[in-house]
């Protein structure tokens, strides 16, 4: 007597790889990700304040 043939399990399907699996944007790219306060500054002249006082020196004046 032979044994029966194991019918095959069927195949997974594939992974869909159009799903976006890393957000655009993390907490760590957050100034709130390292630790700073939130701002809530509209005002451009305090922006560009913020923006002069905090660059880096490398970046030249």
Known sequence: MT????TPSPRPKPLDLDVDL???????DTD???GAE?????DPAA???RYLD???PHHGD
Do not use: F, I, N, Y
């Open 32 to 34: 709130a990700g390292w």
């Open 54 to 56: 905090e660059t880096p």
């Open 22 to 28: 890393v957000p655009e944007q993390t907490t760590d």
């Open 47 to 49: 922006v560009l304040r």
């Open 3 to 6: 044994e029966p043939t194991p």
């Open 38 to 42: 939130p701002r809530a500054e509209k």
